[in-house]
């Protein structure tokens, strides 16, 4: 699926399935309120009324469904008839998955999704994710056409209108976004070393007018950024500082997105096994979201100043590699004795954070990161972990996951308990706990913090993203519905207002979840 051009339109246009295969999907109750009418043009004359009605009676979700209307050209699949509270009410993992299996083959595809309109924004980042873009397969090389898939929304439910032309492009930049992000992490640091980040991200900033700031190799060391020049030193390819900004005309205040984009992890001298190390170029998951976010949210327009902070290194074995015991000097001016030079991605983040802070001015601090093996166990495989000082902000982490498909969930915010984990007797802390079965995502979360100052008067937001990052052998672009949903509050676009879980709109679009909720029979 590598050379899919995604498009989303109001309406894809009539078509049989023989020239043009089609996949129809929505939860069984709003595949029900579609009338043959809207979806017959897409499936006529091989496929008739009776058979349409004869396959949606056939479905039985558990939890989810398809079933073949002609052939391999042509199906319907269901999506769960009820999620628990944690999960989003778009089912956007469960779509994913069901176009991945379902859709039929051929160079020209459609796809018919049937939702209510809050469950727009969700499933089409969902659908993006599964059409990657990178692959090195020789036949995928050799094969040069492009291959279309196009994507129709069928809304149901209390507003039923199409889709206009500026929510259409702002699905289209979510998906990209999804895409992009999904690309960098896929890409092996062979090919996405710093040198190759430094490129995606000035082309990111040469397509939004905006040059990056960077600050890189001994400058790093000789501004004080202890953190990152530490991790980075020993590799062919230096480290780096990047920041995009953008600054528009009656900002009332300004947002820093830091994303850790350690290329690739070795665990330094504190190195991993042959099970562990495979797969770790996903580590700059973080800063891949955060790239691929911040292009489709400048692009939507965005009222409040941004800015996109990039700690880029790769943790490698070399001659010059920090070593436990080593003391580093971060941004922070707080020193940092080196216990184990696999919990890299916490200096490079307290750098970022610090300097968002000091040189930005940022009044709201979000770092996302691909930070500990552990998040997986305290929130699994689909929920990012999130950790912060601000209880409105956790909520709306949570609501956000929700309505963007990009799931999160609370860590412990505690550090009045958990800091001490990090005492050292020659230095301000160590890098790593002391007790690793004492809350270990929490820690790694905290020792950021910490470089703030557990009493900095802002908002400050950790998102450890280390499992949902990827699922299976492929990058998931998590990170970026999530961001562009927490966010949409400041945005100037309509969809992303009403995704969003802050702003004035807060009350209504949560009773209107909670109503659409309620509908789908939660457990």
């Not at 080196?338 to 009044?363: C, F, H, M, P, Q």
Request: with cysteine; proline share 4%.
């Amino acid at each position: 699926m590598a050379n899919v051009v995604l498009e989303f339109k109001a309406s894809a246009g009539d078509s049989e399935p023989q020239s043009r295969p089609v996949l129809i999907i929505g939860q069984q109750t709003s595949l029900q309120q579609v009338s043959w009418s809207q979806i017959k043009g897409k499936l006529q004359p091989v496929v008739s009324k009776e058979t349409w009605q004869a396959a949606l009676s056939a479905l039985n979700p558990n939890p989810t469904d398809s079933c073949p209307l002609y052939l391999n050209h042509a199906a319907v699949a269901a999506l769960p008839s009820r999620v628990s509270r944690h999960n989003s009410p778009s089912s956007a993992h469960f779509l994913s998955r069901l176009v991945r299996s379902c859709l039929p083959g051929g160079n020209n595809r459609c796809i018919v999704m049937v939702c209510e309109r809050s469950d727009v924004f969700a499933s089409s980042c969902a659908i993006a994710r599964a059409f990657p873009i990178f692959s090195r397969r020789s036949t995928s090389s050799r094969r040069g056409e492009k291959k279309h898939v196009t994507v129709e929304f069928v809304i149901v439910g209390q507003d039923s209108s199409s889709l206009d032309d500026a929510e259409l492009e702002c699905l289209s930049n979510a998906a990209d976004g999804v895409r992009l992000a999904a690309r960098i992490v896929d890409t092996p640091c062979n090919e996405m070393n710093t040198d190759h980040f430094l490129e995606e991200i000035k082309a990111v900033g040469t397509e939004l007018g905006i040059t990056p700031v960077i600050i890189r190799g001994e400058e790093l060391k000789q501004r004080g950024f202890g953190g990152i020049y530490g991790v980075g030193k020993a590799a062919e390819h230096l480290p780096a500082l990047a920041v995009l900004s953008h600054t528009p005309d009656g900002a009332t205040q300004s947002i820093a997105w830091v994303g850790k984009g350690i290329v690739y992890d070795t665990g330094g001298l504190s190195i991993k096994g042959k099970t562990t190390m495979p797969g770790m170029k996903r580590d700059c998951g973080g800063a891949a979201a955060i790239l691929g976010a911040f292009r489709a949210t400048i692009k939507q327009g965005f009222k409040d100043n941004l800015h996109a902070v990039f700690c880029l290194a790769e943790n490698a074995v070399g001659p010059t590699a920090t070593r436990p015991d080593d003391i580093h000097t971060l941004y922070s001016g707080k020193t940092v004795e080196i216990n184990n030079t696999d919990a890299e991605g916490r200096l490079v983040l307290a750098d970022g954070v610090v300097y968002a802070s000091k040189d930005l001015a940022a009044d709201i601090i979000l770092d996302m990161a691909t930070l500990t093996g552990a998040q997986g166990i305290s929130t699994g495989k689909y929920h990012a972990a999130v950790m912060t000082n601000s209880e409105q902000w956790e909520v709306a982490c949570v609501r956000a996951g929700r309505s963007s498909g990009d799931l999160a969930h609370p860590l412990v915010y505690c550090p009045e308990l958990h800091f001490s984990e990090f005492t050292s007797a020659m230095a301000d802390m160590k890098n790593s706990v002391a007790d690793r079965e004492n809350a270990q995502s929490s820690c790694a979360g905290l020792f950021i913090g910490s470089h703030l100052g557990f009493d900095w008067p802002g908002v400050w937001v950790h998102v450890d993203i280390a499992s949902p990052v990827h699922a299976g052998e492929r990058a998931t672009g998590f990170g970026v519905a999530l961001l562009m949903a927490l966010f949409g509050q400041a945005s100037d676009d309509s969809m992303l207002n009403k995704v969003s879980p802050l702003g004035a709109a807060t009350n209504n679009s949560e009773d209107q979840m909670e109503r659409d909720c309620k509908r789908r029979r939660l457990v």
